[in-house]
Nanobody, 125 residues
Framework: QVQLVESGGGLVPPGGSLRLSCVVSGRTLDGYAIGWFRQAPGGMREGVSCIMSDDGTTYYTNYVRGRFTISIDKAKNTVYLQMNSLKPEDTAVYYC??????????????????WGQGTQVTVSS
């Protein structure tokens, strides 16, 4: 059974930074797509970024490209989301998700079959 646990959320002022972590247990990260998603109050869950563990291919939504960086540490079975220059509109619950996948193409939200419980990110002065 694959389990994901997010951490690293919190309250930061606009322009601040946070690093989210997603620890995956139950198997190694070889042959997986790992995605970060977010859901603001009253909004839909939307994709933020994803990474393919086999070749490191990454994808970012336009809203975060240039500000957020996704990375993977296979030795720690952990995927990170470094978030810089945070804006109030980045406020949301952030989730990580995983899908067994050995390719490089983008994986849509509804294809992921393992999800974490989420971590709250609040950007406010």
């Amino acid at each position: 059974q694959v389990q994901l646990v997010e951490s690293g959320g919190g309250l930061v002022p606009p322009g601040g930074s946070l690093r989210l972590s997603c620890v995956v247990s139950g198997r190694t990260l070889d042959g997986y797509a790992i995605g970060w998603f977010r859901q603001a109050p009253g909004g839909m869950r939307e994709g933020v970024s994803c990474i393919m563990s086999d070749d490191g291919t990454t994808y970012y939504t336009n809203y975060v490209r240039g500000r957020f960086t996704i990375s993977i540490d296979k030795a720690k079975n952990t995927v990170y989301l470094q978030m810089n220059s945070l804006k109030p509109e980045d406020t949301a619950v952030y989730y990580c998700a995983a899908k067994a996948y050995g390719g490089s193409s983008y994986v849509p939200r509804n294809a992921y079959n393992y999800w974490g419980q989420g971590t709250q990110v609040t950007v406010s002065s």
